[in-house]
């Protein structure tokens, strides 16, 4: 983990509490057994690159190759929240 | 005289009306701006800087924040006018045949893709909510992408099979979660300050003393861009208008499906 995650971490973890709440307050209400499970890898995949696209200024930021990514943790905490309170759900 | 020439009567005395009263309001009007001050444009440049670099959420939410309670109260009153005469649809119970209309006529695509659009949609709005008070964004356009998530899956899957099953009573709690949080960071905003919905987390006026109890702020965003409790009011009022419009919608599917 770089150093510039780190500091992110330390200074921006209440995005991340947010997220995953606001995702576990919607995913707490999914209850059905139509839905494909394969294709909830494709979606975390999905929601990585779209997080990295809607990535900001406060957001998680890492250099590849010179160039500065940001990661917006809000939209993948809140796709984590989702699944997570929705396996709860269906054990 | 024949009952046209009693309209073309009316007619003329209703401009010569509007003739005077347009008179009299541009007059006033242009009396009325001798009387502007520009005084609170100053102190958003002044102040503005030090709360959040996004200028007009300072200016909603820390300027004018009874405006933004108005528009959460503005969106209670319209959740319950929409009740009223649409609720009575849930009173009824579902037929064995039930199936809305909509879920037929929705195609394999639509019903493949829609869950995992929702999800994203979700990971969107609450980007938005959190990102209100640097980007464009904010509570009310990230609960409103939340709630088309559900307005999508309902739609799509209809109401019976939607994989998001919202009920009433949890939507009605959630908008009352959502108004108590933005109410009562008001009153703490009140008991430290004196004044109501004051950011005691940035405190740009210096007026907040709670240093023996250990904290510098009070409410305070854990973010370099210092916004202290304007990403709460966000958290608040997205809560609400999720609930509002999601409720909005339920009633509405549900008013149709015994028709």
Known sequence: ?91 | MKTKDFQEARNIIAGISLLIASFFIMRTLYQFSGYVIPGMSYLYNLYGGNIAPNIITVILFDFRNWDTLGEVFILVTAVITTTMVFGWGSLKGYKKSETPEITEESTVLQRFMAFPLTVLLIGFGVTLILGGHISPGGGFPGGAVLATGYFLLVVIYGLKKTPIKFTHRYLVNLSTIGVLIFLLIGVVGLVLSGFYLYNTGVDPYGIVSIDSMGWDTFLSYPDPTTPGIIPYLNLGVSLNVLAGLSLIVLFLMEANKDE
């Open chain 1, 1 to 91: 983990m770089s150093s510039e995650m780190v500091t992110g971490l330390s200074t921006q973890w209440l995005p991340i509490v947010f997220g995953l709440i606001y995702g576990s307050i919607i995913g707490y209400k999914v209850s059905s057994e139509e839905l494909n499970r394969t294709s909830y890898i494709v979606i975390f995949v999905v929601s990585f690159f779209v997080a990295i696209g809607v990535g900001t200024y406060p957001d998680y930021q890492w250099t590849l190759f010179e160039r500065v990514i940001r990661f917006s943790e809000a939209f993948f905490s809140a796709v984590i929240g989702f699944f997570i309170t929705m396996f709860i759900r269906r054990q």
